[in-house]
């Protein structure tokens, strides 16, 4: 059976990836089953860069097949921020979601635009060491909601407004979220390439083995 590292340090968004992949005939493991690696630094300008860096840096230090994504919120009246530093937003001024969401409706009310439509964005990257097998995108339209609403969910979902389902993605359960959301697309497309690749998907490129071999004989 194929075993895939889910290659992420968010809580969150493990629940989500491991619900979506639940029924698939891999065996899905975490970074806690491996020795302590190290967190890589992430420098990209876009969720495709850093999906794939992560990706990559995590499948060469577990030497495993590894899906690693990259997400954030996109809010338009702020020119799209937080984008790739939804994680990182407010920096040490606002290290809690509460102080996060403060400070969002701080600077929409700054612009004038307290309920800006806003976008949960999701790049997904599947890597086996030196190299990208697949990649995948999901987005989800919405705007921003004062104050907070909802315990579900992580991170930004108690202030994202979704219209279809009248209220926040906090304020539903965790299958409905995914059934709609950036994380669950992106993730639906990896199951149905995981699928049509069966047990030829390894974390080893066969054409290198061959390689190996014909070297240890010759
Ligand atoms: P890993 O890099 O280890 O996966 P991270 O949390 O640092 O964990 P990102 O750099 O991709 O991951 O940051 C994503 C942030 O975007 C996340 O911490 C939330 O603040 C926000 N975010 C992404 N998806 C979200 C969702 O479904 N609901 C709410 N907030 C979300």
């Known amino acids: 059976m194929t075993t895939l590292v889910l290659a992420t340090t968010n809580a969150g968004k493990l629940r989500e ?36 860096a992560k990706a990559l840096y995590y499948a060469g230090a577990t030497g495993a097949l590894v899906v690693a994504e990259d997400s954030g919120l996109e809010i338009d009246a702020l020119d799209r921020a937080p984008g790739v530093y939804s994680a990182r937003f407010g920096g040490d001024r606002a290290p ?13 009310d700054e612009r ?15 890597s086996r ?32 407004f979704y219209p279809p389902f009248g209220c926040t993605l906090a304020e539903v359960p965790a299958e409905r979220k995914t059934s709609v959301s950036h994380r669950g697309q992106a993730f639906r497309r990896l199951g149905e390439y995981l699928e049509a690749q069966g047990s030829r998907l390894t974390a080893q490129d ?13």
Not at 131 to 155: C, K, N, Q, V, W
Not at 206 to 218: D, G, H, M, Q
Request: charged residues 25%.
């Open 129 to 160: 060491p030196g190299e990208i097998l697949f990649e995948a995108r999901g987005t989800i339209e919405g705007r921003i909601t004062s104050p907070p609403r909802g315990s579900g969910g992580f991170g930004y979902d108690p202030i994202f």
């Open 112 to 126: 004038g635009a307290p309920e800006s439509t806003a976008r949960f964005a999701c790049a997904l990257a599947l």
């Open 96 to 108: 809690t979601y509460p102080e996060k969401f403060a400070l969002v409706y701080r600077m929409l």
């Open 17 to 52: 990836i491991r619900d979506v992949l639940a029924g698939l005939a891999i065996e899905v493991r975490a970074l806690a089953d491996f020795p302590a690696i190290a967190e890589p630094e992430e420098t990209g300008r876009t969720f495709e860069e850093n999906a794939r």
């Open 206 to 218: 066969s054409r290198l083995r061959v390689e190996n071999v014909r070297r240890a004989t010759l």
